[in-house]
Each structure stands twice: as structure tokens, then as C-alpha cells.
């Protein structure tokens, strides 16, 4: 019988875990986080703040996690001893936590593996610990950080009645990179160049480099750099840009009319480093540019992939990689291509706030033959399993070997520059190719003579900065600080789930309402925006997880100093943004209407269209009422005010419940009075009284109507 249970984050992790263990274990799942801050309190954040100290009231997230919790309950009282295994980052350690609280553990024995191996497992439950207090504060400052900011900040730009739903600590500074972006690229004025060239007999081109007078000694070299994000561009090479066609003109006709010569060849052989194996931003960057997948799909594919046990975790920012899996690409080359065994391999950097403990995102077993797992994998994950492998090797091959070639020539005071470039030695771009292609310039020497086949130029015109594909925006975030590899994916997709932000050819630009709630937040809450500000919060995050700081003290005097007063600033910009400019913005997007009045002005509520509600739109007054929004209930059939104002009496459409002596018939619970509008029409209704039932199916009939013979139930009949 088994003794002791393992609890894990995912669900597809239990079959492999369950064949890993045995008999003598039961694994089960969290299904990812089981809490949540309640919304009771002051704005229905859910914890209270009290001088220094917090006080946090967590519930179940919703009905699922209840009967989670009440399943991991059961199961924990029949065995001997309960492992939590949630995954290895701070995310993780903060679930392993509420599994604790929850179950009642006294002190649980934590286990952390980077891939779901039978050595990786076992190693891992021989050398259990204790819960890491310091994630965990990392994690609830973290919580209760964003619904600070979330619950406290999102009214603000409600205000503006144009459909905007929500700031965010990380969603609202990225917002603001793409703005910023849209406002460089409006901004923007062409100019007009032209590009000067010569053609060869000998078969090469050159573009111009300036004069005699200007030459420099230094030869000039290109910068080449790994870019995951960059995808396949490739910059076509122009001469020293010539600013008018008069110029450009008088360029072609001297180099036709002076004889041309060889005065410098330049020529050696670089090495180009392997690129570092992927972390989880290079991992979307990549699978961006390469396959087009949206980084949200990457992580859910890369997901499957390590609950498979085929790579290892997917969310880490380091480069590093396990002597041992180091050994087994070594002995793979030395059997399948022993040329680019390298005779010291190459050192990765990782980014400063990289956790070391934790691996690169790497296959588990690199002998294992791409025919079966092509039989076992979908083709999405096949082709993001097969990227992931090639770069893990390609990071412990020699380097590539580029002869470099540079070569000026002369025609009276003119100097013209050709560049060549060839591979001699593939190196590690035999699996991961990030090579230009080979320019090829003919042998020769200092001194020749050329004959001149052609002169010219082209015109040309500068070209605004390019909006950001996801990949690049990705890796903007990563650079400046903005989040971490585990929100980088989910803050692109709400940006465009808020419909802030929309993929035009593949790249983001911000809609409409993205550029009025980020204009607004420039005068309301400027700081937050600003991606040095942003950083700074990771890295007090940070420094929490390192127990270098009470996360408690950090938030309270944060919200003291910060946030509370500028918040009351905000507010005075809130009465001050109605101006006939935003007002006209407003007035010029067209709404559907409702046949439900606004209970104050009594003009009918527009419908606000909304990808996050079942009902695809939500009600809103676009006259002017501010908190006049309703949202429709499936339970109750009827258009109702979001429940945390409900909760509160603030909706003028909704007046305090009333407690009843009658019982739930579902729970025994006491009965609430529960008035609403519907059609524009107040009604009245019988409810239990307890929140959480509101999500409950057992709870979904139980509710009475008013009628002539008192309250009646369809389901339940008369109330006696």
C-alpha cells in the first residue's frame, strides 16, 4: 500500500512521476496555484497593511481548487509522510507553501528537479529541504505588488469610458515600450539619400567610402552578434550615405573618368563563438523568429514537452549546463562528428539575476532518435523539441571560422570598399546556422589594377524604427528589466487579450486604446512606466528571494512612499482628463446600445466589446456616469455591477443586501436580499449570502423570485 505522496504542480507530470516512483508512491497534482488573495477588504485587495506588517487572507481560487484541496486532504491522511515537488522557481516554491498551509503540514519535505528523469526524481527525493521562506516572501510580495497596483490603479483608467480594463506593474511599462515605439515611428520624418557603387570586371562590387582626405588606417570590421530575435534579415550593404543626387552624380562621373586601383587588402580568419544554449527568453525569441510561434504557444508546447520528461524546465534565465550532460554531447560528437569536438568549450554568461542553481532549457537524453520521439510528438512540438536540441549541441561545439576580407580601392581621391566573407570551418552552425551567407571576392593583391565595368547610385530613403514582433519585444523586456522568464509570455498575451495591442504583419502595434491609456498614464502614473522604475521592483523582488530584505517592510514602505501619494496625484488628472480632446476621442467610437437605461442619467448603456467575458461585451455609460458598468451573470440571468463594488455599496444600481432568517437550501446558509436592475427595471431576489457559492454549480438554481404568493424557486418551489 502506498506510504508516501508526492504532490506536483501539473497534471501531465503524474503518469511519468507515478512510473519513475512506484508502487510504494502516490502522485498527485495542484493544477498550478490552488490559492488566491480573497477580495474582502479595503478595494478588495485582500490583505491588510498595518504599519510594516501584512496580513494576507487567501481562499481557494475557485471551485475546481476547493475540491483539490479536499482530494490532496484526503490522501494526505492515508499515507506516512507528504513530498511537495512543485517547480523549481520562485513561482513554485510559493504554491509548495499554500500546500502546507492548506494540508496542514508541519514541516514538509521540499524536492526540486530541473527534468522529470529517473535519476533527476530519485537524486532529488534522496536530498529533500525545507521550504525556502525567502522565495516564498518573494512570492507573496509579488501577489500582493500586483493587486496593489492592479486593483488600486485599474479605476484610473475606467475613467476614461473608452473600454480600457486594466494597469499592470509589467503590462502597463510594456505597454508603454510599444507606445513609445508607434510615437518614434508617427514622428518620424524620411530623408532622402543615395548609395554610390562600382562594379568590377573581376566580378565584386564596391560601395563608397569617402575620400583620401577622410581615410582612416583602422580597418573597418563588422559587428556580428547572436540574435535570436532577428529571424532571417539581412542588411544589403550601402556605400557612405551621399545626401543629395547632385553629389552622388558627380561620385559616378570621376570614378568613370580616373583609373582604378587596388590600395589595401585586408584579410584574416575569425572565430564566431557558439551561441549560449536557450534560456526561456532566447527560447521564445527564437521559436518566434524561426517557427512564428507566439511566445504563449512556445511555453505551452515547451510545457508538454518537459512533462514528457523530454527537456528540462522551461522557465530558468540561466546558460548553464550539468557536467553530465556536457559529457553525453561530447561523447555524441565524438561518435557522429568528431571535428567539432572542441578542445575547451566556450563559457556562457548568464544575465546577473540569473539563478545558478538551475539549468539551461536542454533535451534530457541526447541520444534519444528523432523517428520515435517524431512518432510520439505532434509536429509543433517535434519542431520546438529539434530547436531546443540543436542549439543544446551547437553550444558545446567549436567555433565557426570566418575568413574576413576587406579590400579598398582608388579612382583619383575616391576610396571604394568591398567586403568578403567566407566559412571555412562550419562549426557549431552545422546545428544551429546563424551565418550570413558567403561573399566571395577574387584573390588580389596591393597595387593591381581594376577595370571599372560600371558606376552608379541608387536613391534611397531612411526608414522609421521598426515596430517590435514578438521575439524583439521579448528580448526588450529581458534586456531592460522589465519581468521575469515566468511572466514574459503572459504579459504580451494580455496586452492583446486587453486589446491594447494588436499583430499587424507580425508585428505589435498599439490599437486606439492602447495609445489613450498609455498617454493617460504618462500624466497619471509616470514612474510606473518608466522600464528603470519596473527593473528596480524585479530587483527588490529579487533580493527578497536572496533573504537580503523583509518583504513586508519592502511593500509597506513602498506603497508609502510611492505609491499612495502618487495615486492621489493620479486622481487630480482624472477630474482634468475630460477635455474636449479626449472627450472627442471617445465620442468618435462608435457603440452598439442596450435596451438597459444608466440608473443616473437614464441614457441607454453602450456595449463595450470584450474578448475576456463570456457574453463577448460588457455595459457601460458613455455619458459621462463614472462606475456605471455592468457585466452579465449566467447564474442570475441578468446584467449586475462588478462584485467587488457590489460588495461594497458603491454601485448606485445596487443596494446593500439584507440578511434573511431563511436557509440555503443547498448549504443552510442564510439568504440574502439581493436587489438589481434588469431592462431598467429594479427586481429583487433571494441568494445565499456566502460569495463563493456565486461560482458553485450546486448553488446555480438556488435562488427565489418574488411573485404574488411571496418567493418562489424553479427548482425549489415556494419558501415557506
Known amino acids: ?82 513530498v511537495l515537488a512543485t517547480d523549481p522557481d520562485r513561482e513554485g516554491e510559493t504554491i509548495a507553501w499554500h500546500l502546507q498551509e492548506v494540508l496542514g503540514l508541519k514541516e514538509p519535505k521540499r524536492v526540486i528537479y530541473t527534468e ?23 512570492g507573496l510580495c509579488r501577489d500582493c505588488l500586483d493587486k496593489l497596483v492592479g486593483y488600486k490603479g485599474s479605476p484610473l483608467v475606467w475613467a476614461l469610458n473608452n473600454g480600457a480594463k486594466s494597469v499592470g506593474r509589467v503590462q502597463s511599462a510594456t505597454l508603454h515600450l510599444i507606445c513609445q515605439r508607434e510615437t518614434e515611428i508617427l514622428n518620424f520624418v524620411p530623408q532622402d539619400y543615395w548609395s554610390v557603387w562600382v562594379d568590377y570586371a573581376l566580378g565584386f562590387r564596391a560601395f563608397y567610402k569617402g575620400t583620401v582626405n577622410t581615410r582612416s588606417d583602422a580597418p573597418e570590421q563588422e559587428v556580428e552578434a547572436h540574435d535570436d530575435a532577428a529571424g532571417n534579415s539581412k542588411q544589403t550593404p550601402e556605400s557612405k550615405r551621399v545626401l543629395s543626387e547632385a553629389e552622388a552624380t558627380r561620385l559616378v562621373a570621376e570614378a568613370r573618368r580616373y583609373p582604378h586601383q587596388v590600395i589595401q587588402v585586408e584579410g584574416k580568419v575569425v572565430p564566431r563563438q557558439p551561441p549560449p544554449p536557450f534560456t526561456t527568453s532566447t527560447l521564445q525569441q527564437a521559436a518566434g523568429s ?34 553530465e550532460f556536457c559529457a ?120 593591381q589594377a581594376l577595370t571599372l565595368e560600371n558606376a552608379g547610385h541608387e536613391q534611397k530613403q531612411t526608414q522609421p524604427p521598426p515596430r517590435y514582433s514578438e521575439p524583439k519585444l521579448v528580448q526588450l523586456m529581458e534586456r531592460k528589466g522589465i519581468g521575469r522568464p515566468s511572466t514574459y509570455a503572459p504579459t504580451v498575451s494580455t496586452l492583446k487579450n486587453r486589446g491594447y495591442v494588436q499583430l499587424t504583419k507580425e508585428h505589435l502595434q498599439p490599437t486606439t486604446l492602447g495609445l489613450e491609456v498609455d498617454a493617460f498614464l504618462v500624466e497619471a502614473l509616470p514612474d510606473l512606466l518608466e522600464a528603470e522604475f519596473t527593473a528596480k521592483m524585479e530587483d527588490a523582488l529579487d533580493a527578497i528571494a536572496q533573504g537580503k530584505h523583509s518583504w513586508q517592510h519592502y511593500l509597506t514602505d513602498w506603497n508609502q512612499d510611492y505609491f499612495a501619494p502618487a495615486l492621489a496625484k493620479a486622481k487630480t488628472v482624472i477630474v482634468s482628463s475630460s477635455s474636449p480632446k479626449k472627450a472627442s476621442a471617445v465620442e468618435e467610437r462608435k457603440y452598439e446600445t ?59 444600481q445596487m443596494s446593500k443586501a439584507l440578511i434573511t432568517k431563511y436557509p440555503c437550501p443547498v448549504c443552510k446558509k442564510p439568504l440574502e436580499e439581493y436587489s438589481y436592475t434588469k ?21 446555480k438554481d438556488a435562488a427565489y423570485f418574488t411573485t404574488a404568493k411571496g418567493w418562489w424557486s424553479p427548482k425549489f418551489g415556494n419558501l415557506k
Open 1 to 82: 500500500m502506498p506510504k508516501r505522496l508526492l504532490v506536483v504542480e501539473s497534471p501531465g507530470k503524474v503518469k511519468k512521476l507515478s512510473q519513475i516512483l512506484g508502487s510504494e508512491w502516490i502522485v498527485r497534482a495542484s493544477c498550478g496555484h490552488i490559492r488566491e488573495l480573497s477580495d474582502q477588504g479595503e478595494y478588495s485587495l485582500g490583505f491588510t497593511m498595518d504599519g510594516r506588517s501584512i496580513r494576507c487572507n487567501y481562499v481557494p481560487r475557485d471551485q475546481r481548487a476547493k475540491e483539490t484541496i479536499q482530494q490532496l486532504k484526503a490522501v494526505t491522511k492515508q499515507v506516512d509522510e507528504v
Open 116 to 138: 522529470i528523469t529517473a535519476s533527476a526524481v530519485r537524486g532529488a527525493i534522496a536530498n529533500p529541504r525545507k521550504l525556502d521562506l525567502n522565495l516564498v516572501g518573494a
Open 290 to 323: 524561426k517557427l512564428r510561434f507566439a511566445p504563449d504557444q512556445t511555453m505551452l508546447l515547451a510545457q508538454k514537452l518537459y512533462e514528457a520528461g523530454l527537456i528540462t524546465y522551461m522557465r530558468t534565465d540561466s546558460v548553464m549546463l550539468s557536467p
Open 328 to 447: 553525453s554531447v561530447k561523447q555524441w560528437l565524438e561518435q557522429h562528428d568528431p571535428q567539432n569536438v572542441p578542445q575547451q568549450v566556450a563559457k556562457h554568461r548568464s544575465v546577473k539575476t540569473a539563478q545558478e542553481a538551475h539549468e539551461a532549457i536542454r533535451p534530457t537524453d541526447i541520444f534519444r532518435p528523432s523517428a520515435e520521439l517524431r512518432e510520439e510528438l505532434s509536429a509543433l512540438e517535434f519542431n520546438l523539441y529539434v530547436m531546443i536540441w540543436k542549439r543544446a549541441v551547437a553550444s558545446q561545439c567549436r567555433a565557426a571560422q570566418l575568413r574576413k576580407t576587406q579590400v579598398i580601392t582608388q579612382s583619383g581621391s575616391l576610396l571604394w570598399l568591398a567586403r568578403g566573407q567566407v566559412v571555412e570551418f562550419l562549426g557549431y552552425a552545422r546545428y544551429w546556422n546563424n551565418l550570413s551567407k558567403d561573399t566571395i571576392l577574387p584573390s588580389l593583391q596591393q597595387g
Open 594 to 652: 442596450s435596451k438597459t437605461r444608466c440608473q443616473q442619467c437614464n441614457n441607454f448603456l453602450a456595449k463595450i466589446p470584450s474578448t475576456k467575458v463570456k457574453k463577448k461585451y460588457f455595459l457601460k455609460c458613455i455619458s459621462g456616469c463614472e462606475d456605471t458598468v455592468l457585466f452579465w451573470s449566467d447564474l442570475n440571468k441578468t446584467w449586475e455591477p462588478p462584485r467587488s463594488k457590489a460588495a461594497k455599496g458603491e454601485n448606485p
Open 679 to 699: 431592462e431598467g427595471q429594479s427586481k429583487t431576489m433571494l441568494r445565499c449570502s456566502d460569495p463563493q457559492s456565486r461560482n458553485d454549480r450546486k448553488h
